[in-house]
């Protein structure tokens, strides 16, 4: 399995952009699907978006399709989520997540091999 370490959450105004980044350790990032969810209080965790073992399939959740870009860079061990227009309902925990499965099965929570400590991202009005 892989270790996983989120970075680049914060607090933000309505509109404006961040970039989380997920760095894994390990030798076998390359195989791995990679993935982004997030828990807002008192509610469940959720997908968000996945990215295929090598970048060329992705899966977003519809409330974040057309303004967060899922990416990675297997030559660095990290995935990325960049995040424009954000909203006060994007406020959340993030966790990355890495799964030796497709990114589609991984959208559906399932087959995930390893969690990150998550990151909070804050969106004021």
């Known amino acids: 399995q892989v270790q996983l370490v989120e970075s680049g959450g914060g607090l933000v105004q309505a509109g404006d952009s961040l970039r989380l980044s997920c760095a894994a350790s390990?030798?076998?990032?390359?195989?791995?699907?990679m993935g982004w969810f997030r828990q807002a209080p008192g509610k469940e965790r959720e997908f968000v978006a996945t990215i295929s073992w090598n970048g060329g399939i992705t899966y977003y959740a519809d409330s974040v399709k057309g303004r967060f870009t899922i990416s990675r860079d297997n030559a660095k061990n990290t995935v990325y989520l960049q995040m424009n227009s954000l909203k006060p309902e994007d406020t959340a925990v993030y966790y990355c997540a890495a799964g030796l499965t497709s990114a589609q099965t991984m959208a559906r929570a399932r087959s995930v091999g390893s969690w990150g400590q998550g990151t909070q991202v804050t969106v004021s009005s």
């Open positions: 390990g030798r076998t990032f390359s195989s791995y699907a």
